[in-house]
């Protein structure tokens, strides 16, 4: 006690003047308060030994390819995150775990070609999201529920497939024009006659032939019910069937040998 008695009025000062450590800067990166800039350093994935009190994290120009579940630590003050220009080919469901106040998200010219709607469902924040650039041929109807909050999306220069698949991006771009800014450049690649055809000249009449059937629970159930009883009774028919059709050949066959017997005690 009597030692807390003589340095409690200069602890406070010795912390001054030897403040506890703070996080380590990842080596390959430049790091000032808030802001961490990973950005052209050959990386291949994303660097563990984060502040938690980042803000900003810039890692494009590098070599990841893959964000594996729970790619990043626990940044709960992450508001924008920049990974352009990777090589970025797979975004597990569960990578952006722990993101939840990240804003602004640039996944930017990288390979996606697919994109799991539970990736963003953490990201209850995000108000823009850059997907120019990709290999995106069309969006998920779940995908786009999940993004009710967002004011920008980004979709150019990705090879978008202009079949039925893409109903639900036309759908979801005629009622959130104001938040693509750029939509007249998103262009069909295939079909072959359709390339370079703006997504948004298509009208209502263009999709007619793209019936969605959605069935219920009871209907489902119902299914599943009548269609073993129905199987079983189309085989039944089908050997009932079988069997008349023996039986007649049969009685033809017997009825004209009996005609032969008679012909031959005639004569």
């Known amino acids: 006690m009597g030692c807390w008695r003589v340095l409690g009025p200069v602890l406070p000062l010795?912390?001054?003047?030897?403040?506890?450590?703070?996080?380590?800067c990842p080596a390959a990166c430049r790091c000032s308060p808030g802001e961490v800039d990973c950005s052209e350093r050959g990386l291949r994935e994303v660097p563990w030994s984060l502040s938690t009190n980042t803000s900003t994290l810039w890692l494009g120009y590098n070599f990841i390819t893959v964000l594996g579940p729970r790619s990043f630590p626990a940044l709960p003050g992450l508001r924008l995150l920049s990974l352009p220009h990777n090589r970025l080919e797979l975004i597990h469901g569960r990578a952006l775990l722990g993101l939840g106040a990240l804003q602004d998200l640039d996944l930017s010219h990288n390979h996606l070609s697919v994109l799991s709607p539970e990736t963003f469902l953490p990201l209850a924040s995000l108000a823009t999201l850059n997907l120019g650039s990709n290999r995106l041929g069309e969006l998920e109807p779940a995908l786009l529920s999940a993004l009710?909050?967002?004011?920008?999306l980004l979709l150019q220069?990705?090879?978008?497939?202009?079949s039925c698949g893409i109903l639900p991006l036309w759908r979801w771009l005629s009622l959130n024009r104001e938040k693509v800014r750029e939509k007249s450049l998103l262009l069909c690649r295939v079909p072959e006659q359709?390339?370079?055809?703006?997504?948004?000249?298509?009208?209502?009449?263009?999709f007619r032939q793209c019936q969605e059937t959605s069935?219920?629970?009871?209907?489902?159930?119902?299914?599943?019910?009548?269609?073993?009883?129905?199987?079983?009774?189309?085989?039944?028919?089908?050997?009932?069937?079988g069997s008349v059709v023996v039986f007649y050949h049969s009685l033809r066959r017997d009825s004209h040998c009996w005609r032969r017997l008679r012909i031959c005690r005639v004569h």
């Open 215 to 241: 069935l219920s629970s009871e209907q489902y159930i119902t299914f599943f019910i009548i269609g073993p009883f129905s199987f079983v009774a189309s085989i039944f028919f089908c050997t009932f069937m």
């Open 157 to 162: 220069d990705n090879p978008w497939v202009c």
């Open 148 to 152: 009710p909050q967002l004011r920008a």
């Open 14 to 24: 010795l912390l001054l003047l030897h403040p506890p450590p703070s996080p380590a």
């Open 194 to 206: 359709l390339n370079k055809y703006p997504i948004m000249a298509f009208g209502d009449e263009s």
